[in-house]
């Protein structure tokens, strides 16, 4: 059986001040680099051998799976399909569980502004994952299929979780993991 982990990045300058980031760039705070290594820690002392850590370009996620890569020595690449939804009109807004907002997460097609849709994150994480199983699947006979963590957004954990499980949308539109939160899914 071939496994994925999650893991959402740590605590940012945006997430202390209760905003939305989504796709624009917001730094870590020292508190999230210590979170990181910590996730470090936790990886390597429950044993997760990965092969490889794809991580968003963003630096929030980018500056966590280094951290992360520091403590393990699981190699790093930046992964452009991990970056977060483009929220439009949202980003930068507080607090990022107001009520219009989760109303607006409902809205499946629409592009906030000059955002993205939720069907467009879909597309794009759905077919990283494609490939990802697809290489499990193709493991030559007789040895382990390779096994990755995705270091990402919140949002991004949305989909993740959505592609191996069903969710209603509320479900979907609700969900979240917590700051470096470690998430095991199996293909």
């Not at 982990?5 to 624009?24: K, L, M, P």
């Not at 097609?109 to 955002?115: A, F, V």
């Not at 499990?136 to 993740?160: C, K, M, Q, S």
Request: hydrophobic share 40%; glycine share 8%.
């Amino acid at each position: 059986m071939a496994s994925i982990y999650f893991v959402r990045h740590g605590q940012s300058e945006w997430n202390v001040t209760d905003q939305i980031c989504g796709a624009t760039d917001i730094p870590l705070t020292a508190q999230g680099r210590a979170q990181a290594r910590e996730t470090g820690e936790k990886i390597r002392e429950l044993g997760i051998r990965a092969d490889l850590i794809l991580c968003s370009p963003l630096q929030r996620a980018a500056d966590t799976a280094k951290e992360i890569s520091e403590v393990t020595g699981i190699p790093v690449k930046v992964e452009p399909r991990l970056v977060e939804q483009n929220f439009g009109i949202w980003e930068g807004t507080s607090p990022r569980d107001s009520e219009a907002f989760r109303a607006a997460k409902l809205n499946f097609i629409c592009s906030y502004g000059d955002g993205e849709s939720m069907f467009r994150v879909a597309q794009r994480i759905y077919n990283l994952l494609d490939e990802l199983k697809a290489e499990a699947e193709n493991a030559a006979p007789g040895t382990d299929p390779p096994t990755y963590i995705l270091v990402a957004h919140n949002g991004i954990a949305r989909f993740v979780k959505s592609y191996f499980l069903d969710m209603t949308n509320e479900e979907f539109a609700s969900f979240g993991v917590g700051n470096c939160e470690v998430c095991r899914f199996d293909f």
